[in-house]
């Protein structure tokens, strides 16, 4: 199920690219991002219009990144410093089935994202039996790692996906305007026991 929600993920914000003001959209390929972290968040940074910090390369050594990171094994890495070791990964022999299966539902959309399938050239239309089976087993997964899960994290966790879910149907203003509230709120709460505000107006967090 990963794969269809990439594909839904990627062409919803293609969608969104071309239907919106284009020059406020950056894309950011991973592989760029880990070979040279610092120069693609200045990018990023300048598009936002933001102040950039060395310290963003090092979001695995904060309290937020462990956390999240034991929420699922898909996340370990958010606790681990950036690094290009695992570029080119599935390309091992071992994987080889993995991809296979991958590319059967994105072979169609790599190539606009600068990947090249490794040993499809179509995308394959699967049956109704067949996603039934995908979904069945997908909620068996997460039923049982909801079961491994602290409450608390899984809380958490349950917030983040039904944030990803909204982004998905489209519903981005309305989520957006609620998270930067919640942001907001959230950065009042510190900012009272802060303490003194830099030179640049902005409480040391």
């Given at each position: 199920?990963?794969?269809?929600a990439w594909?839904?993920?990627?062409?919803a914000?293609?969608?969104?690219e071309?239907?919106?003001?284009?020059?406020?959209w950056?894309?950011?390929?991973?592989?760029?991002?880990?070979r040279?972290?610092?120069?693609?968040?200045?990018h990023?940074?300048?598009?936002?219009?933001i102040s950039?910090t060395?310290?963003?390369?090092?979001f695995n050594a904060?309290e937020?990144?462990?956390?999240t990171?034991?929420l699922?094994?898909?996340?370990?890495g958010?606790?681990s410093?950036?690094?290009?070791?695992?570029?080119?990964?599935?390309?091992?022999?071992?994987h080889r089935?993995?991809?296979i299966?991958v590319e059967?539902?994105?072979a169609d959309?790599?190539?606009?994202?600068?990947y090249?399938p490794?040993?499809?050239t179509?995308?394959?239309n699967?049956?109704?039996?067949?996603?039934?089976?995908?979904v069945a087993?997908?909620?068996?997964l997460?039923?049982?790692a909801a079961?491994?899960?602290?409450?608390?994290?899984?809380?958490?966790f349950?917030?983040?996906?039904?944030?990803?879910?909204?982004?998905r149907l489209?519903?981005?203003?309305?989520?957006i305007t609620r998270?930067?509230?919640?942001?907001?709120?959230?950065d009042?709460r510190r900012?009272l026991?802060?303490?003194p505000?830099?030179?640049?107006?902005?409480?040391?967090?």
């Amino acid at each position: 199920m990963i794969a269809f929600a990439w594909r839904a993920d990627q062409r919803a914000a293609l969608a969104a690219e071309r239907t919106g003001d284009w020059r406020r959209w950056v894309r950011v390929r991973y592989e760029d991002l880990v070979r040279n972290c610092d120069s693609v968040l200045q990018h990023l940074c300048r598009a936002l219009e933001i102040s950039f910090t060395p310290k963003m390369a090092n979001f695995n050594a904060s309290e937020e990144a462990v956390r999240t990171a034991s929420l699922s094994p898909l996340w370990t890495g958010l606790s681990s410093p950036v690094t290009t070791s695992r570029i080119g990964q599935f390309r091992q022999p071992r994987h080889r089935r993995f991809v296979i299966a991958v590319e059967d539902v994105l072979a169609d959309d790599m190539e606009e994202f600068g990947y090249r399938p490794l040993y499809r050239t179509r995308s394959r239309n699967h049956s109704a039996a067949e996603l039934s089976q995908f979904v069945a087993r997908d909620e068996a997964l997460r039923r049982q790692a909801a079961g491994a899960r602290d409450p608390r994290r899984e809380a958490v966790f349950n917030r983040r996906e039904h944030l990803l879910s909204q982004l998905r149907l489209g519903n981005l203003n309305p989520i957006i305007t609620r998270s930067i509230a919640a942001c907001h709120a959230e950065d009042g709460r510190r900012a009272l026991s802060a303490g003194p505000i830099t030179d640049d107006g902005r409480h040391q967090l």
